[in-house]
């Protein structure tokens, strides 16, 4: 293993935020993972630290419901959002987590990369592109995953993977990804790890 595949493996929970007062201290390095709900993020999460219940997954979209982070070393955080797009919420909630993660997407200082998340099979909807736009204007990275690639066969990976990069603003990248047969988990390791600095 790698050096950074290792520091990843070491990747515990540290704390879950439901408001702007019980985020950790803005003094490090993170990168979130958000996507539509269900699209796999939390999985996805467990794949990169190779790890399989860090980050809670489900079957039932609107699993994860605060904002969670995982410590890879001090100071070195990955971020599990909730999935935009989760029909099932009351107006109040939804209401609060659009103030609270625009807010923390406008002003998080730690913040240092995006990975978004999209079904291979459904890729680029509406709020993708407003985060990729939005990090294209903050000038940070944004990474895609093409993930439940397991789905659909390779000739139809490639193509999905060549139009979704005809698309993407400058600094973004994305490539196919699976946490079921873990394929791409080396390449979504090494941007994620090399953001970090782990
Ligand atoms: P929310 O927290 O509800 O927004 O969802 P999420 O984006 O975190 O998705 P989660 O990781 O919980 O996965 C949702 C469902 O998709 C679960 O049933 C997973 O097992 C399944 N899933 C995730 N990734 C893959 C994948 O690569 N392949 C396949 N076949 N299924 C996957
Ligand atoms: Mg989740």
Redesign the pocket.
């Known amino acids: 293993m790698s050096k950074s595949s290792n520091a990843l493996a070491r990747t515990a929970y540290l704390a879950a935020a439901h408001t702007p007062q019980q985020l950790p201290a803005d003094d490090g390095r993170e990168v979130v ?1 958000a ?13 990169i630290c190779n790890q399989n219940a860090l ?11 605060q904002l969670v982070f995982f410590e890879v070393v001090k100071g070195k955080y990955l971020v ?5 797009g ?1 029909a099932k919420v009351s107006k109040d909630l939804r209401a609060h987590w659009q103030g609270f993660l625009n807010d923390y997407f406008r002003t998080r200082i730690a913040l240092c990369g995006i990975v978004v ?1 999209m079904d291979i099979r459904h890729p680029l909807r509406e709020f993708d592109l407003d985060m990729l736009r939005f990090a294209a204007d903050r000038g940070l990275p944004a990474h895609c995953l093409l ?5 659909i066969g390779r000739g139809p990976q490639a193509q999905t993977l060549l139009a979704v990069r005809k698309q993407l603003p400058e600094r973004a990248t994305a490539q196919v ?5 873990k394929q791409g988990v080396d390449e979504a390791r090494a941007v994620v790890a090399g953001w970090l600095e782990v």
């Open positions: 993972f996507g539509r709900s269900n699209a796999g993020k939390s999985s996805a999460l467990n794949t980050a809670r997954t489900s079957k039932t979209p609107g699993r994860t419901q599990d959002l909730p999935g935009y989760y998340v993930t439940k690639c397991d789905k990804f699976s946490s079921e047969t």
